[in-house]
C-alpha cells in the first residue's frame, strides 16, 4: 500500500533512492552503536524507523523542549532526523560539561553542502572548527577583546545619544528605531561610514543574511539538506533561484559595507581610516596580502550580521521590560539622578558606580536571551556522558532559555528581577562570560565584549533621558508581544 502511494508521488529510480537511504542510515546507526558497546543514546522521542523524527517544534522550541525535558526526566534530549542526530542540552551542568570540558571535540559546526555553496560558512560563527577559524578566532580576539573595546565608545557615545534623543520624536516604528541605532554604531564603529536608517541597503542585508539562517539556528529543521534527497527538490539545489538569492545576500554581507568604505576612502575629504577599525586593519595590511585582507573583510561582515540581530534584540527586550516594569524603572532612574545628577548623561566611566543599572542589564541578557537555543555545536569524536552515547556527528544546541528559566536556579524566573544579579558579598559583579546569552566554551560570542558595552550604554543613556511609558503613539506591550521574534 505505501510503496502505491509512492509510486504515484515519486518515479520508481526515486523510490530506490529512498529505499537506499534508509537501509545506509539504519547500517550506520547499527555499525556506530557496536562501536559504543551499544550504550543507550540519551532519552527523547524516537519518530519512525530509519527517517527519525518527523514533528519538530518549529515555534518556539525551547519551550517543547524543557516540556520534553520533564516528560523523559532528563536535562539531555536526544532524537534522530534524517539520519542526523540531534541534542538538545536543557541545564547548565550539562552544558559547561559538554560544552566546555570538552569544548575539543563539541566546537565544530554542521552546515549542508548547499549552504557552503552559498557563502554562509564564510560567516566566522558558522565556519567550521579549523585551523582557518582559529586564525580568524585570533584576528577577532585581538580587535574585539575587553581591552580593546573602548575603541568603540566614541561611535557609540555618538549614535545612542542621538537615538535617545530622538526617541520621542522619530517617525521610524520604535523597532525600526532599535534596529537604526544598532547597524547605526557597527558601520560607524568598524567602518566609519554613516547609514541613516535600518532600511539602507547595506544594513538591510546584513538583516536578510540573519533571515537566511533561520533554518540553520533551528533544531531539526536542516536536517533534509543533509540527505541525498534534497536533490529532489528544486528550491534546494545550488542551481535554484532561492540559493542564488541567498549567495547573493551572503555575498553582500561582506561586501557591501566594504564597498561603502572604499568609495569614502577614494572619494570623501574628511573620511578619517584612522577613526574606525577595519579602514585602520587594512592601512597596516600589504595591499598584495590577499588573505590578510579577507579575513578583515570576514571579521567585520560578520560583526555588522550579528549585531543586526542580538544587539537589536536585546535593546528591544529592554522596552519591553521597562513598559511592564514601572517599578524597576523608577528605581534605575532613581539611581542615575543620586550617581550623576538628574539632567545629566551617563558615561562608561560611571559604569562601576551604578550598580543597579548593571543588573538590569543582566536581566535583560537573562529574561530574554536573543537566540534561546543558541548557535548549534558539532561533535568531532564519539563522546559518552553520564552511560549515554552521543555520536561524532551530533548537532548540540543548548537550550539557553532552559538554563536561563531554571526554577531551581532563578526563583520566579518569568519575572524581571534585577535584584537577582545584584552582588552579595564584594561587590563586585561576575565576568560577562556569565550570561549565557553569550554562549559557551570556544564557539563564545567573540563580540561579547562590545556587544556588553553597547547594550549597557543603551539602557543606561535612555533610562537617563525617557520615560518609557510615555513614549507617544507606541503600545510598547503589544508592539513587541505580536511580533515573532521571541
Not at 547500517?27 to 550504550?39: F, M, P, Q
Request: hydrophobic share 40%.
Amino acid at each position: 500500500m505505501v510503496l502505491a502511494l509512492l509510486s504515484k508521488a515519486f518515479s520508481s529510480s526515486t523510490i530506490v533512492v529512498l529505499l537506499t537511504c534508509a537501509i545506509c542510515t539504519y547500517l550506520l546507526d547499527a555499525y556506530n552503536r557496536v562501536g559504543s558497546r551499544k550504550l543507550p543514546h540519551p532519552p527523547g522521542p524516537r519518530g519512525y524507523p530509519y527517517v527519525g523524527l518527523i514533528d519538530v517544534p518549529l515555534k518556539k522550541p525551547w519551550f517543547t523542549y524543557i516540556e520534553w525535558g520533564k516528560r523523559y526526566g532528563t536535562d539531555l534530549l536526544h532524537y534522530t532526523r534524517f539520519g542526523r542526530h540531534y541534542l538538545i542540552i536543557n541545564s547548565y551542568e550539562a552544558a559547561k560539561d559538554l560544552l566546555e570540558k570538552d569544548a575539543q571535540f563539541t566546537s565544530d559546526r554542521s552546515l549542508s553542502s548547499l549552504d557552503v555553496k552559498i557563502g554562509w560558512s564564510r560567516l566566522f560563527a558558522l565556519a567550521p572548527y579549523s585551523p582557518k577559524w582559529r586564525s580568524g578566532r585570533k584576528l577577532f580576539n585581538q580587535n574585539f577583546r575587553a581591552d580593546a573595546t573602548p575603541q568603540f565608545h566614541p561611535a557609540e557615545i555618538q549614535c545612542i545619544r542621538e537615538f535617545a534623543s530622538e526617541l520621542a520624536t522619530s517617525k521610524l516604528p520604535l523597532l525600526d528605531q532599535v534596529a537604526t541605532v544598532s547597524q547605526k554604531l557597527m558601520f560607524k564603529a568598524l567602518y566609519g561610514v554613516d547609514i541613516s536608517t535600518n532600511q539602507d541597503p547595506a544594513a538591510k542585508t546584513a538583516r536578510e543574511a540573519i533571515h537566511g539562517l533561520e533554518t540553520i539556528m533551528m533544531p531539526g529543521l536542516d536536517a533534509f539538506k543533509f540527505s541525498p534527497l534534497h536533490y529532489l527538490f528544486p528550491s534546494l539545489r545550488p542551481e535554484s533561484s532561492n540559493a542564488k538569492v541567498q549567495r547573493e545576500v551572503a555575498e553582500n554581507t561582506f561586501e557591501s559595507p566594504w564597498g561603502m568604505m572604499m568609495t569614502a576612502l577614494g572619494s570623501d575629504p574628511n573620511y578619517d581610516p584612522h577613526s574606525s577599525l577595519i579602514p585602520n586593519l587594512i592601512s597596516k595590511a600589504s595591499p598584495d596580502d590577499s588573505e590578510t585582507l579577507d579575513a578583515i573583510k570576514t571579521m567585520g561582515g560578520t560583526a555588522i550580521a550579528a549585531a543586526a540581530d542580538t544587539t537589536m534584540s536585546a535593546i528591544a527586550t529592554f522596552f519591553l521590560a521597562m513598559s511592564l516594569y514601572p517599578d524597576v524603572q523608577a528605581k534605575a532612574q532613581k539611581e542615575l539622578d543620586t550617581v550623576i545628577g538628574a539632567g545629566k548623561l551617563p558615561t562608561f566611566d560611571d559604569r562601576k558606580s551604578l550598580p543597579y543599572i548593571e543588573a538590569v542589564y543582566r536581566e535583560v541578557m537573562r529574561w530574554h536571551p536573543a537566540i534561546p537555543m543558541g548557535l548549534p555545536h558539532a561533535t568531532t569524536a564519539d563522546l559518552i556522558y553520564k552511560g549515554y552515547y552521543i555520536p561524532k556527528g551530533t548537532i548540540i544546541f543548548a537550550n539557553i532559555w532552559a538554563m536561563t528559566h531554571s526554577p531551581t536556579t532563578f526563583k520566579d524566573p518569568d519575572a524581571f528581577m534585577p535584584e537577582r544579579h545584584l552582588p552579595q558579598k564584594d561587590g563586585k559583579f561576575e565576568s560577562i562570560n556569565s550570561i549565557l546569552a553569550y554562549g559557551f566554551g570556544r564557539r563564545i560570542c567573540v563580540g561579547r565584549w562590545m556587544a556588553d558595552d553597547t547594550i549597557w550604554f543603551t539602557i543606561a543613556t535612555v533610562l537617563a533621558t525617557t520615560k518609557i511609558s510615555k513614549l507617544p503613539n507606541v503600545d510598547v506591550e503589544n508592539y513587541f508581544t505580536d511580533i515573532s521574534f521571541w
